[in-house]
């Protein structure tokens, strides 16, 4: 196979692999090279380079195809829960041997992927919607965790002390805002909070500064658990209002440097952000 054709097909490969594997829409593939390039000499590698993908560690999910379905728009994965799947990947280090709460949750797709590559300690999946809930746990049975049993105080479970080397511990836990104090928090011990796409209504901005402040009386060894939020810059003005309403409740925040979007496919062009919160 010539030197150009070799490059096609590993581009078409990547792509296929990118979307297809990924469970994405394939309204933008190159279904028209694709189909000359495995009619040709060459397709049978191709297709069997295909059918050997994919290789390594994979997130198996059951989602919705609705945005909005049974009340919520819990149930689909949003872009800023891939931009922050991948962050986590590149910095594997800020999770390993560390207990996680991640908030708004939804299907579960960030903290699956940093369960399976960065090795946390615990990691604590979080939603308010029973629905949501209910798909969030039957998605870490699918990917083969167990899951903790719910208690009120997960830090003094024995099972949140003892390391697995192999797998975290994993609870997934309902957790409304609005209503959770800072001892119940406390209880998780975090070291480490995320979110991802939850900057979506004014309310929803006012109650995640809220259960922030909370989290900053999370005492560890002296110290507040780290904390990072991604989203999609949808409307600046939401975005202004969290970083306001953060610097009202004595929030630090930096944003972190843009990094490479290689591992999963975007519908559209989403400009997208992180940021790190000293609690």
Same mark, same amino acid.
């Given at each position: 196979?010539?030197? &150009?054709?070799?490059?096609? @097909? /590993? +581009?078409? $490969? =990547? *792509? #296929? &692999?990118?979307?297809?594997? @990924? /469970? +994405?829409? $394939? =309204? *933008? #593939?190159?279904?028209?090279?694709?189909?000359?390039?495995?009619?040709? *000499?060459?397709?049978?590698?191709?297709?069997?380079?295909?059918?050997?993908?994919?290789?390594?560690?994979?997130?198996?999910?059951?989602?919705?195809?609705?945005?909005?379905?049974?009340?919520?728009?819990?149930?689909?994965?949003?872009?800023?829960?891939?931009?922050?799947?991948?962050?986590?990947?590149?910095?594997?280090?800020?999770?390993?041997?560390?207990?996680?709460?991640?908030?708004?949750?939804?299907?579960?797709?960030?903290?699956?992927?940093?369960?399976?590559?960065?090795?946390?300690?615990?990691?604590?999946?979080?939603?308010?919607?029973?629905?949501?809930?209910?798909?969030?746990?039957?998605?870490?049975?699918?990917?083969?965790?167990?899951?903790?049993?719910?208690?009120?105080?997960?830090?003094?479970?024995?099972?949140?002390?003892?390391?697995?080397?192999?797998?975290?511990?994993?609870?997934?836990?309902?957790?409304?805002?609005?209503?959770?104090?800072?001892?119940?928090?406390?209880?998780?011990?975090?070291?480490?909070?995320?979110?991802?796409?939850?900057?979506?209504?004014?309310?929803?901005?006012?109650?995640?500064?809220?259960?922030?402040?909370?989290?900053?009386?999370?005492?560890?060894?002296?110290?507040?658990?780290?904390?990072?939020?991604?989203?999609?810059?949808?409307?600046?003005?939401?975005?202004?209002?969290?970083?306001?309403?953060?610097?009202?409740?004595?929030?630090?925040?930096?944003?972190?440097?843009?990094?490479?979007?290689?591992?999963?496919?975007?519908?559209?062009?989403?400009?997208?952000?992180?940021?790190?919160?000293?609690?």
């Amino acid at each position: 196979m010539a030197p &150009e054709e070799n490059g096609e @097909a /590993a +581009r078409l $490969l =990547r *792509s #296929f &692999e990118r979307r297809f594997l @990924a /469970a +994405r829409a $394939l =309204r *933008s #593939f190159p279904w028209q090279s694709l189909e000359e390039k495995l009619r040709d *000499s060459s397709g049978s590698e191709l297709l069997l380079n295909i059918l050997q993908k994919p290789s390594g560690d994979s997130v198996t999910l059951s989602e919705s195809t609705a945005i909005v379905s049974h009340g919520t728009t819990g149930l689909v994965t949003w872009n800023a829960a891939l931009y922050l799947a991948e962050w986590a990947l590149e910095n594997p280090a800020a999770f390993t041997h560390r207990t996680v709460l991640e908030l708004g949750s939804g299907v579960g797709l960030t903290g699956l992927a940093i369960c399976k590559t960065c090795r946390p300690r615990a990691y604590i999946f979080s939603d308010c919607h029973s629905r949501v809930l209910e798909q969030l746990q039957g998605n870490v049975l699918l990917n083969g965790l167990s899951l903790e049993p719910s208690v009120t105080a997960p830090a003094q479970h024995p099972a949140f002390k003892t390391p697995d080397t192999e797998n975290p511990r994993v609870m997934v836990a309902r957790l409304d805002w609005d209503v959770v104090t800072a001892p119940q928090l406390a209880a998780f011990w975090p070291d480490i909070v995320i979110a991802a796409d939850v900057l979506y209504c004014p309310e929803t901005i006012l109650s995640l500064v809220g259960v922030l402040q909370k989290l900053s009386a999370c005492q560890k060894d002296q110290q507040a658990p780290d904390a990072y939020v991604a989203f999609t810059i949808r409307n600046p003005e939401t975005c202004q209002l969290f970083t306001t309403e953060l610097g009202r409740a004595g929030i630090l925040w930096e944003e972190l440097p843009r990094h490479d979007q290689k591992l999963f496919p975007y519908e559209e062009h989403s400009e997208m952000a992180i940021l790190k919160l000293t609690l």
